[in-house]
Nanobody
Framework: QLQLVESGGGLVQPGGSLRLSCAVS????????VGWFRQAPGEEREGVSS????????NYADSVKGRFTISRDDARNTVYLQMNSLKPEDTGVYYC????????????????????WGQGTQVTVSP
């Protein structure tokens, strides 16, 4: 069974940066499309960014475009989310999720499209 473990969250001041990692085990990563989602207290889970199986297709929520970058290193079975110019509204628990089956350049944006989820990592942006 696929396992996903997020890391890299923490407390950062507005304008700061964090890099989240999603380490995948149980299967080689190159058969999976991956997405990052976040959930703030009292709010619904929202899609942040997603990347296709072959890494050529990426997608970002409007709220993070130009600030966040998703990437993958299949040799390390890890997907990254580089977050720059962080804002207080970026605060939340960040989850990575994987969708099995080679998708080529296609990426998935909706949480219900994903099969496997990590436990999440907390990101807090505060002065």
């Amino acid at each position: 069974q696929l396992q996903l473990v997020e890391s890299g969250g923490g407390l950062v001041q507005p304008g700061g940066s964090l890099r989240l990692s999603c380490a995948v085990s149980g299967h080689t990563l190159d058969d999976y499309a991956v997405g990052w989602f976040r959930q703030a207290p009292g709010e619904e889970r929202e899609g942040v960014s997603s990347i296709s199986s072959d890494g050529t297709g990426t997608n970002y929520a409007d709220s993070v475009k130009g600030r966040f970058t998703i990437s993958r290193d299949d040799a390390r079975n890890t997907v990254y989310l580089q977050m720059n110019s962080l804002k207080p509204e970026d605060t939340g628990v960040y989850y990575c999720a994987a969708k099995g089956g080679y998708s080529g350049s296609y990426y998935y944006t909706e949480w219900y499209e994903y099969d496997d989820w990590g436990q999440g990592t907390q990101v807090t942006v505060s002065p």
